[in-house]
């Protein structure tokens, strides 16, 4: 599963106020969280399947645009039929994100109370104290430095 598919699923659910985490992002901390040698190789064989069908529905959606294209491109744009590749694409683009959340899902359910406890604890230390009510606002340089964190290590994205 990729990066940036994983992060913009999470950014929405962490919007909602549920936390789920990158699967690979759980393989790189395994040590740190608890993970048993079982549970990695789950984890993996999930994100390996999830790879395969992702790959598969990447296709369909970039098929779908480049025959969207090619029917604006022509003399006379049959409105319909660019309809049908734009439902196409939006088909392909919505089963991505059910695999996606499927995914975490899955490998959420994998995941000990402990470890998630974990993870918890992990999130809270890299995204510091939440400033309180009447708290003063932060600098424009704090600003600035927090967005330039590329830290892919990020675990609501």
């Given at each position: 599963?990729?990066?940036?598919?994983?992060?913009?699923?999470?950014?929405?659910?962490?919007?909602?106020?549920?936390?789920?985490?990158?699967?690979?992002?759980?393989?790189?901390?395994?040590?740190?969280?608890?993970?048993?040698?079982?549970?990695?190789?789950?984890?993996?064989?999930?994100?390996?399947?999830?790879?395969?069908?992702?790959?598969?529905?990447?296709?369909?959606?970039?098929?779908?645009?480049?025959?969207?294209?090619?029917?604006?491109?022509?003399?006379?744009?049959?409105?319909?039929?660019?309809?049908?590749?734009?439902?196409?694409?939006?088909?392909?683009?919505?089963?991505?994100?059910?695999?996606?959340?499927?995914?975490?899902?899955?490998?959420h359910a994998l995941l000990t109370p402990e470890q998630?406890?974990?993870?918890?604890?992990?999130?809270?230390?890299?995204?510091?104290?939440?400033?309180?009510?009447?708290?003063?606002a932060p600098s424009p340089a704090a600003i600035g430095e927090a967005e330039g964190d590329d830290d892919?290590?990020?675990?609501?994205?």
């Amino acid at each position: 599963m990729g990066p940036e598919g994983d992060h913009e699923v999470m950014r929405e659910l962490a919007g909602l106020g549920v936390h789920f985490y990158p699967p690979s992002m759980l393989i790189r901390h395994a040590r740190e969280i608890g993970l048993t040698p079982d549970q990695l190789s789950r984890i993996r064989q999930e994100l390996l399947g999830t790879r395969a069908h992702e790959v598969d529905l990447s296709a369909k959606l970039e098929h779908a645009r480049l025959e969207a294209v090619r029917l604006l491109a022509a003399d006379k744009v049959d409105e319909r039929a660019v309809g049908a590749q734009i439902d196409e694409a939006t088909r392909a683009h919505a089963e991505m994100h059910k695999l996606r959340l499927g995914t975490m899902l899955r490998v959420h359910a994998l995941l000990t109370p402990e470890q998630r406890q974990k993870i918890e604890e992990r999130r809270s230390r890299r995204d510091g104290p939440k400033p309180t009510a009447g708290a003063a606002a932060p600098s424009p340089a704090a600003i600035g430095e927090a967005e330039g964190d590329d830290d892919d290590d990020d675990i609501d994205g």
